[in-house]
């Protein structure tokens, strides 16, 4: 098993920044892909950005040039650094992280969640 902790979120005003951070342990082999993905009261969870252990990254259209994801792998952490944030940014944000055993199985963990806030 792999715990993902996060930390980080809150209340911010547009055109604010917040960076958020989520630490990965347990039992982890390969933690092939981190990523943070967001969901909005009665919306469907979606990606906002992920990176994989050699560092390359993707965006959700709606966060480019805004958001920047980075990792730190002999932490084991991913962050996730915010800026001009938009009241439509406000959501619930998940980490998560795929983690492969050897040269076998992906399995892939959440974090329970933590809730950005943006007032207009």
């Known amino acids: 098993q792999v715990q993902l902790v996060e930390s980080g979120g809150g209340l911010v005003q547009a055109g604010g920044s917040l960076r958020l951070s989520c630490a990965a342990s347990g039992r982890i082999f390969s933690l092939v892909i981190m990523g943070w993905y967001r969901q909005a009261p009665g919306k469907q969870r979606e990606l906002v950005a992920a990176?994989?252990?050699?560092?390359?990254?993707d965006y959700a259209d709606s966060v480019k040039g805004r958001f920047t994801i980075s990792r730190d792998n002999a932490k084991n952490t991913v962050y996730l650094q915010m800026n001009s944030l938009k009241p439509e940014d406000t959501a619930v944000y998940y980490c998560?992280?795929?983690?492969?055993?050897?040269?076998?199985?992906?399995?892939?963990?959440w974090g329970q969640g933590t809730q950005v806030t943006v007032s207009s």
């Open positions: 990176i994989t252990s050699g560092g390359s990254t």
């Open positions: 998560n992280a795929d983690n492969r055993v050897q040269s076998g199985p992906t399995f892939r963990y």
